[in-house]
């Protein structure tokens, strides 16, 4: 019975090889897209808030001073 189990293992082994070896790089770069996407969104929001307060300061007939 050992000897069945001990080949099952080897196959299963060969079957299903062990993916932790570069786990490790995928998830670091799977963070870094994250990271980069929330800094690419966020640039994007003060753009767009810059801009509306510009529209509407333009509108009103105030100046809005960049800071």
Aim: with cysteine.
């Amino acid at each position: 019975m050992e000897r069945q189990t001990a080949a099952m293992r080897v196959l299963s082994r060969q079957a299903f090889p062990e993916v932790e070896t570069g786990l490790d790089e995928t998830l670091a770069a799977i963070e870094a897209a994250r990271a980069q996407r929330c800094r690419d969104a966020e640039a994007t929001r003060a753009a767009a808030l810059q801009k509306a307060r510009e529209d509407r300061a333009a509108r009103d007939g105030t100046v809005e001073r960049s800071v």
